[in-house]
């Protein structure tokens, strides 16, 4: 039996050809299959509704969240927030152009809020063993994950990275060409000697694979089997391979190298922007969730701040004349300027704010002396 759109359907998928010409195309395949779960979901449960005006937010789309939530096998909770956060979109993006619809049927407490885990960096001793072991084995996959420990890159930025991704910059300056990827940007990451050690060997081993997974590589620095998509599981299943042989006591995942290295780079001085920078993030907020800050290293800022507060401000010193020969003016004058200034440097060593403004008046005092001095110096002449 042929199936006849809806005006709701109709709508729907108008918009979304319009959304089209701007996103990416993976960006629309997730908007079509929100689309097809919800329109799925109304055609069982209420298959009268066939247009937009018709829509309501109880039963209709509050419905829809509870059978996200009842799905067999259950949904991920990123995935039912996903899916609710793109048909928000559409939804309030059709309720600007269509009277017709109500205006928020998805509301922002609707969306699952997503746990808030630790960033998971290896420990410093399952590191060294992990890196220890991939150095041994130093074939392609081992050496491609090499590259993403010692960049912080995605693991789909090392799969699409190009042949001639090591770029020189400047006079001994190498950096490493991380292709547009998961934010819509491109980036320099620095390229030490390591680095161009292992880009290298990977350039050497590469000339070993088989002639047809070179030619499905088209031009990119790692040889695969497929598309761009099939060396993702291949890296991952070699990463956990290579874990357990170096015997790590917890779970690693190619992220995991990620975290691994931006916690490095923070503890070794580099700052919160530039680290922004080298994990290609758009916003700081991010970059704080790949950083773990552990009781030692609160410990160790806690007291080398208290440290340098401890440390007590060396106060200038007057030149103050030994001994005053002659009572004239100039030595009177000499005395009040010397009286002034240790009168001064004492009052700023003293916390109490009312001994403070009592010295600051002896101080006005003196320079009441010092003036009239002066005026029955100028009479005499």
């Not at 694979?209 to 993702?232: E, I, S």
Request: net charge positive.
């Amino acid at each position: 039996m042929t199936h006849h759109p809806t005006p709701l359907e109709r709508i729907l998928e108008a918009h979304l050809r319009t959304l089209a010409l701007t996103l990416r195309a993976g960006t629309v395949r997730q908007y079509r299959c929100t689309i097809r779960r919800f329109l799925a979901y109304l055609r069982g449960a209420f298959p009268r509704v066939h247009c937009a005006s018709q829509l309501r937010r109880d039963p209709h789309l509050l419905g829809w969240f509870r059978s996200l939530c009842e799905q067999q096998p259950p949904l991920h909770i990123e995935s039912r927030a996903a899916h609710l956060i793109l048909l928000r979109r559409l939804l309030d993006d059709l309720a600007a152009n269509h009277p017709s619809l109500p205006p928020a049927l998805i509301r922002g407490e609707d969306i699952p809020r997503q746990p808030r885990c630790l960033p998971r960096p290896l420990s410093a001793h399952d590191d060294s063993l992990l890196q220890q072991e991939l150095h041994r084995t130093d074939d392609l996959k081992a050496n491609a994950l090499l590259l993403i420990r010692a960049t912080g890159i995605r693991i789909g930025e090392c799969i699409h990275l190009s042949l001639d991704c090591l770029r020189e910059i400047g006079p001994g300056q190498w950096a490493l060409l991380v292709p547009v990827g998961k934010l819509h940007t491109e980036r320099l990451v620095p390229a030490d000697p390591e680095v161009r050690r292992i880009v290298a060997r990977i350039l050497a081993l590469r000339t070993l694979a088989p002639a047809f997974q070179l030619a499905k590589a088209h031009g990119l620095l790692l040889p695969r089997w497929g598309g761009v998509h099939t060396l993702y599981m291949p890296l991952c299943r070699a990463l956990g391979k290579a874990a357990q042989r170096a015997g790590c006591s917890t779970h690693v995942t190619p992220h995991r190298l990620r975290h691994s290295f931006a916690t490095e780079m923070l503890r070794l001085g580099v700052s919160l922007p530039a680290l922004m920078q080298l994990l290609g993030h758009t916003a700081l907020k991010m970059t704080l969730r790949y950083v773990q800050v552990t009781q030692q290293d609160l410990q160790r800022e806690f007291h080398e701040a208290r440290q340098k507060a401890a440390r007590t401000h060396r106060l200038p010193t007057l030149p103050l004349p030994r001994v005053i020969t002659h009572a004239d003016p100039l030595g009177i004058h000499q005395a009040l300027t010397a009286t002034r200034h240790l009168l001064e440097m004492y009052r700023r060593q003293i916390p109490d704010l009312k001994t403070q403004r009592k010295l600051q008046r002896l101080d006005r005092r003196l320079l009441a002396v010092a003036s009239q001095l002066d005026r029955i110096t100028s009479v005499e002449k």
